[in-house]
């Protein structure tokens, strides 16, 4: 009797959390399920993987041989994904967990860039107007993101390279010489109103050395003077603007 008593009570324990709001409860958590990998699809083993809940640290693992990473969040709140590793650009993004009524699981995938020494950055947009030593706004946050990249990637220093409107060949280019140099002077700044140590960064004038061009002139940046025109000859087409900066990585050993 004692037994049969006993019995009933176990299914009964057991049924209670069968019921929907005890499921709730025990399941609604997201188990996040991701995978790092090159842009080719080659999966990267041992890479480190943190995770946060605003400033809070709530787990941090790297990747098993296969290139993945889990871990457990909690529902109704958003998280960040920093993966960090010397050898790649740093990498984050966020999460959002909604309200979860049952267990669900959230795959995430990570491609990482490979940085090396002597690895040119892409400057996808003009640095410098022609004429100008100052920075455009418009290429200020392709800077911002190489000054994070150093914040998070100690081992990481730059070079670089400014250089004149045209090359300076003789006294009488004075102007290019003074355009260069301030150029220099710009991009210093910039690096130490980054709070970059001075001495992971170099910046010198190239002056006797101009790019070809690269950009398209717009309004705002109109293009360098082109060549005088020959008697009888067509007008020359109007110039491309050059990339008037070159900033070359360098990755400690």
Do not use: C, W
């Given at each position: 009797?004692?037994?049969?008593?006993?019995?009933l009570?176990?299914i009964?324990?057991c049924?209670?959390?069968a019921?929907?709001?005890y499921?709730?409860?025990s399941?609604s958590?997201?188990?996040?399920?991701g995978?790092?990998?090159l842009?080719?699809?080659?999966?990267?083993?041992?890479?480190?993987?943190?995770?946060?809940?605003?400033?809070?640290?709530?787990?941090?693992?790297?990747?098993?041989?296969?290139?993945?990473?889990?871990t457990?969040?909690?529902?109704?709140?958003?998280?960040?994904?920093?993966?960090?590793?010397?050898g790649?650009?740093y990498?984050?993004?966020n999460?959002?967990?909604?309200?979860?009524?049952?267990?669900?699981?959230m795959p995430?995938?990570?491609?990482?860039i490979?940085?090396?020494?002597?690895?040119?950055?892409?400057?996808?947009?003009?640095?410098?107007g022609p004429?100008?030593?100052?920075?455009?706004?418009?290429s200020?946050?392709?800077?911002?993101?190489?000054?994070?990249?150093m914040?998070h990637n100690?081992?990481?220093?730059v070079?670089v390279?400014?250089?004149?409107?045209?090359p300076?060949?003789?006294?009488k280019?004075?102007d290019?010489?003074?355009?260069?140099?301030a150029r220099?002077?710009?991009?210093r700044?910039y690096?130490?109103?980054?709070?970059?140590?001075?001495?992971?960064?170099?910046v010198?004038?190239?002056?006797?050395?101009v790019?070809?061009?690269?950009f398209?002139?717009?309004?705002s940046?109109p293009?360098p003077?082109?060549?005088?025109?020959?008697?009888?000859a067509?007008?020359?087409?109007?110039?491309?603007?050059?990339?008037?900066?070159?900033?070359t990585?360098h990755?400690?050993?």
């Open positions: 009797m004692e037994r049969r008593i006993l019995r009570v176990a009964l324990f049924s209670l959390f019921l929907p709001g499921a709730q409860m399941k958590v997201a188990l996040l399920k995978d790092v990998s842009p080719d699809g080659t999966k990267l083993p041992g890479i480190s993987v943190s995770i946060f809940k605003g400033t809070e640290k709530t787990s941090s693992t790297k990747t098993s041989p296969e290139g993945k990473f889990t457990i969040l909690q529902p109704n709140a958003t998280y960040r994904i920093a993966v960090s590793n010397n790649y650009m990498h984050e993004e999460v959002r967990v909604p309200v979860l009524d049952a267990y669900q699981e995430v995938h990570i491609v990482l490979p940085l090396r020494d002597g690895q040119p950055f892409d400057l996808p947009m003009p640095v410098f004429k100008s030593s100052t920075i455009d706004p418009q200020v946050s392709v800077l911002d993101r190489i000054a994070e990249e914040k100690t081992k990481l220093s070079a390279k400014v250089y004149p409107d045209a300076v060949k003789s006294k280019d004075a290019q010489q003074k355009l260069a140099t220099e002077t710009a991009i700044s690096f130490l109103g980054k709070n970059i140590n001075g001495s992971r960064f170099t010198a004038a190239e002056p006797t050395v790019p070809p061009g690269r398209p002139p717009s309004p940046a293009p003077a082109p060549p005088k025109k020959k008697k009888g067509a007008a020359p087409p109007p110039g491309l603007i050059p990339q008037y900066i070159e900033i990585a990755v400690a050993s």
